[in-house]
Structure formats: structure tokens, C-alpha cells
């Protein structure tokens, strides 16, 4: 019967290395602990996060090369040129998708002179077919379904251009 105490399960690195039989460094070949660097401190008011974001103290160095040139002003002159900039005006313009003549406005170029919304062309809607009532009675009639189910179907194709989703969505069971 063995009782330990808790004072004697405490070993140090050189019993561990005895019972291992891991050798010992003799006394002068000690390693020499590694100098620590001071971490960069935090700029008052920046968040710890923010901080952290900025990567370690070398990153913090200055590059070794010069990032840019010494053209200044003259460089941008290069860079966009010398021409005059383009003056923009808020026009109005109508949508010729819409049917209600609704008039908005955007900016645009002074020199540009058309009125119509330019993205008026992707606007395309779908053409729902319609029926008669000789097409209704010999092609479309089908027990457990009414003239108004296939009414309102063709009215909410007609009103959501066929988005079947959608259709479902607004689909009145009561009809």
C-alpha cells in the first residue's frame, strides 16, 4: 500500500531527465537563453485588434526602398493627363420601359444629350398568350379546374412575367 503525498509528486527537470536516461549538460555548456525583443507598444487609443492587424515590429520598419518618386505634382500630370476635366450636369431622363412617364434624374455628361435611360434596352418583358372561349371548351377545360383558376394563372403570368416562384407565392386557393 502506497500513500503519496502530495509534496512528493513534485520533480524537478533533473529527475526527469534520471528517469528517462536522458544525459545531463555538464555545468558549462548551459544554454544561453535567447535576448527578448520589446514588443512595439500600442499607440494610445487604437484597439488591441486594430493593433494586431498591423503585423509584427518589422513589418513596422520603414521599406528599404523608396516607394515613390520625386516627379510630384508632374506625375499625376502624366498619369491623367493634361487634358480639361468633363463637366456633369443632373438631367433629367425618362424610362422608355415604363409605361407611366415617370421622370428622374442622374448625373451626366455635359456633351451627352440623349433623354432616354440607356438601360432601358434589358428591359424585356414576356408575352403571356390569351385564349377564346372555343379555345377554353375544346382544349382547356380539365374536371376539377375552373374558367377563374385558369383566369387568375394567366393574370399573374401577365403581372409577374412568368416568375413561376412568385406566381406560386401570390396563388389564391380560395379561386
Known amino acids: 500500500q502506497h500513500y503519496f503525498i502530495q509534496s512528493n509528486l513534485r520533480m524537478s527537470g533533473n529527475d526527469i531527465r534520471d528517469i528517462l536516461n536522458v544525459s545531463r549538460q555538464s555545468s558549462g555548456e548551459r544554454t544561453t537563453k535567447k535576448k527578448r525583443t520589446d514588443p512595439v507598444k500600442r499607440p494610445t487609443g487604437m484597439h488591441r485588434e486594430v493593433f494586431a492587424l498591423l503585423g509584427t515590429a518589422s513589418d513596422l520598419d520603414p521599406p528599404p ?3 515613390t518618386n520625386d516627379k510630384g505634382l508632374r506625375h499625376m500630370k502624366q498619369l491623367f493627363g493634361n487634358r480639361k476635366v468633363r463637366s456633369w450636369q443632373w438631367k433629367p ?13 442622374h448625373w451626366r455628361r455635359c456633351d451627352d444629350t440623349s433623354t432616354d435611360y440607356p438601360f432601358a434596352k434589358y428591359s424585356v418583358q414576356c408575352e403571356v398568350l390569351s385564349y377564346t372561349d372555343e379555345q377554353y371548351n375544346g382544349v382547356l377545360q380539365e374536371p376539377g379546374w375552373t374558367r377563374a ?16 416562384v412568385v406566381m406560386q407565392d401570390r396563388w389564391d386557393k380560395v379561386t
Open 65 to 67: 526602398i523608396q516607394k
Open 93 to 105: 431622363f425618362k424610362n422608355s420601359a415604363r409605361s407611366d412617364n415617370l421622370s428622374l434624374y
Open 149 to 164: 383558376n385558369t383566369d387568375h394563372l394567366i393574370d399573374l403570368a401577365r403581372r409577374f412575367d412568368l416568375r413561376f
